[in-house]
């Protein structure tokens, strides 16, 4: 039901054209629920809650110039609301979620996803605009001790992903295999493979014939995102780093790291640092131990990951010094990789194995 006599009053707010479009039609075809306008980001939709006096907002949270869990604080602070977190960031238990839900929101939804659909999900949204329109909000002021506090990261999870992989002896081959198999589409990808320097770019370049994604040998300061591939050149190490929310590559030639350059632990603990909870981290076929610790940091960081198994690899060094160290979540066949990294990208939840 609506508001008395009248409909629910909605503002929608969303950087993204399309999803302002889709979410005002779908919430228009309910008589108790009227859209009153949309806003493209936080800034744009101070400016139009005094002037069209909404009832509820449904609010993402990645937009630019300020993110939506600011926005919500400042809102449930200054000016009180019902909002609606809508957000491909907040799955259902998730931190981004519960943070949402401590800063004020009346509830959580998750953008349509894999298993979720446009349909479903404007069913659920209706309902829920509906309760939130009868919710009581209230001033929400900081505490001394919070405001002396050191700040607390807005957000927990970034929609880029980082997948970092490690090999060596039959990694070439084991490499080929699981790019084949992953889409376009796919997390950006960091590779250390063991190999020489005059080899790297050459390697690169092959694997870019059979990979729907784009293979390069990695360049100082090349952004690590969705479909493209970074193989560490042969005469340097790789590490990765962050300005913002875009990650990047950073090279530096240094000694030897477990007799490597490059190393996978070099590689690896630069994603635990820089991505945490953000990555996926393979180590597959190799001799030595190189990548063993820095993967265990990345799993102590929140990131998943995964070891190609004994029988499937050409030598079991590297994962097995990685699986007796406690750091392999998941155990598989290199033929069951990519399924298993895309698994989890799809879930959601990268950091859950």
Do not use: W
């Amino acid at each position: 039901m609506g508001i008395g006599s009248r409909p629910v009053r909605v503002l929608v707010i969303d950087d993204s054209a399309v999803v302002r479009q889709i979410l005002t039609k779908d919430l228009s075809t309910d008589r108790d629920i009227e859209v009153v306008g949309t806003a493209t980001d936080p800034y744009v939709a101070r400016d139009k809650i005094v002037k069209l006096k909404p009832d509820v907002l449904t609010l993402d949270i990645e937009m630019p110039r300020m993110d939506g869990l600011t926005f919500l604080r400042k809102i449930m602070r200054y000016h009180p609301l019902p909002v609606i977190i809508v957000s491909s960031l907040t799955a259902r238990g998730g931190e981004l979620a519960m943070e949402a839900i401590e800063a004020g929101a009346v509830d959580v939804m998750c953008k349509p996803g894999a298993a979720y659909k446009v349909g479903d999900m404007t069913i659920e949204l209706i309902d829920k605009i509906k309760a939130a329109a009868q919710a009581k909000v209230y001033k929400r002021v900081p505490t001394q001790q919070s405001k002396n506090a050191a700040p607390k990261l807005a957000l927990t999870r970034t929609t880029n992903k980082v997948i970092a992989i490690g090999t060596s002896t039959g990694g070439t081959e084991a490499l080929r295999k699981v790019l084949a198999l992953l889409p376009s589409n796919t997390p950006g990808i960091v590779v250390v493979q063991h190999m020489p320097q005059q080899f790297t770019k050459a390697f690169a370049d092959s694997l870019n014939e059979v990979s729907a994604m784009h293979v390069t040998e990695a360049r100082p300061g090349d952004t690590v995102s969705p479909g493209k591939v970074l193989i560490a050149p042969g005469s340097h190490h790789m590490m990765l780093k962050r300005s913002g929310a875009v990650y990047m590559v950073h090279l530096k030639e240094g000694p030897c790291v477990n007799r490597h350059r490059p190393s996978v632990d070099v590689l690896f603990k630069s994603v635990a640092r820089f991505a945490g909870q953000n990555a996926i981290g393979v180590i597959m076929t190799g001799m030595g131990n190189d990548g063993a610790q820095g993967l265990l940091e990345m799993k102590q960081a929140g990131a998943s990951t995964v070891g190609q198994d004994e029988q499937s690899c050409v030598v079991y060094g590297m994962p097995r010094e990685a699986h007796k160290l406690g750091a392999v979540d998941i155990q598989c066949a290199l033929d069951r990789i990519p399924q298993k990294i895309l698994q989890l990208v799809e879930a959601g939840q990268i950091a859950a194995a």
